[in-house]
């Protein structure tokens, strides 16, 4: 079969078609997601996901099919309940908080420190019960687009203690600012 075949161009262009359409659909949902959009530091919340499964969807058959005798089908059997996701404590929640066991010094970007530019991120943080950072969310960049990535890069690599609870280590969230001050003003000093 060759490319210039009449059945196959209308095909990969429906497919093509169906692919963008698929496509945009999806980056429309991400930024609909609660953490796409900034909040102020002080709303953190308990991180809590259900996952249900999909409805199947039918697919029709090109050519028809003769019917099939109806058979005796007992009634799918209910799913298990799914486990409860252990939820991400508020640092005020803890009786000892995490920290960071190395110095945490995010990238200066070469774009903002030859531009002079200053500023500062607010960075959530969602620690396991290792300590290892599972998930870094801006919620604040002053100004935007010049910090964020070397923030969250910088935390993402970090390792913390963990914070405990009643003598157990539990996954935690904590909000955590980054001052970013005048690279003249630093070289000054």
Do not use: C
């Amino acid at each position: 079969m060759s490319w210039s075949s009449s059945s196959a161009l209308p095909r990969l262009g429906g497919a093509l078609a169906a692919s963008a359409a698929l496509h945009a659909t999806l980056v429309a949902g991400l930024d609909a997601l609660p953490w796409a959009a900034p909040r102020a530091a002080r709303d953190a919340v308990r991180l809590e996901v259900a996952l249900q499964p999909a409805p199947e969807a039918k697919v029709e058959a090109p050519s028809p099919v003769p019917p099939l005798r109806q058979a005796a089908v007992a009634a799918p059997a209910p799913l298990p309940a799914p486990a409860p996701v252990a939820p991400y404590l508020l640092s005020k929640e803890l009786d000892v908080k995490p920290a960071a066991q190395s110095h945490v010094q995010p990238a200066y970007p070469n774009d903002a420190y030859l531009r002079d530019i200053t500023g500062r991120v607010v960075v959530r943080l969602f620690i396991n019960e290792e300590g290892a950072v599972e998930k870094a969310v801006i919620v604040l960049a002053e100004p935007p687009g010049h910090f964020e990535e070397a923030v969250e890069r910088a935390f993402l690599a970090t390792r913390f203690s963990p914070g405990m609870k009643q003598g157990r280590p539990v996954k935690v969230q904590m909000v955590v600012e980054v001052r970013y001050d005048a690279p003249a003003a630093a070289a000054a000093k």
